[in-house]
Nanobody, 115 residues
Framework: QVQLVESGGGLVQPGGSLRLSCAAS????????MGWYRQAPGKQRELVAA???????NYADSVKGRFTISRDNAKNTVYLQMNSLKPEDTAVYYC?????????WGQGTKVTVSS
């Protein structure tokens, strides 16, 4: 069982930055592929960024060049650095850990981009 706890959400003005963190309880964090998803009101949950256990990354087209995903296996933590935030980035952001058919989700952290 892996428990995921997100933090770092909040209210930010357009053009601002936030860094989300997701701390995992498992000491075998390093073998999991990690992802950040988001869900805006009335919309489906969508993948924002992912990083494999080997460190390969991929991003949704809407965030390429603005968001960066990274992981620190020593701290069992994955990060999402979000720059140049836009109102359309407003959503609840969820952390996901996946390995084969196993998948775990955090409780989510809310990000609001508004002036």
């Amino acid at each position: 069982q892996v428990q995921l706890v997100e933090s770092g959400g909040g209210l930010v003005q357009p053009g601002g930055s936030l860094r989300l963190s997701c701390a995992a309880s498992s000491s075998i964090f390093r073998v999991y592929n990690m992802g950040w998803y988001r869900q805006a009101p009335g919309k489906q949950r969508e993948l924002v960024a992912a990083i494999t256990s080997g460190g390969s990354t991929n991003y949704a087209d809407s965030v390429k060049g603005r968001f960066t995903i990274s992981r620190d296996n020593a701290k069992n933590t994955v990060y999402l650095q979000m720059n140049s935030l836009k109102p359309e980035d407003t959503a609840v952001y969820y952390c996901n850990a996946a390995r084969t058919i196993i998948s775990y989700w955090g409780q989510g952290t809310k990000v609001t981009v508004s002036s």
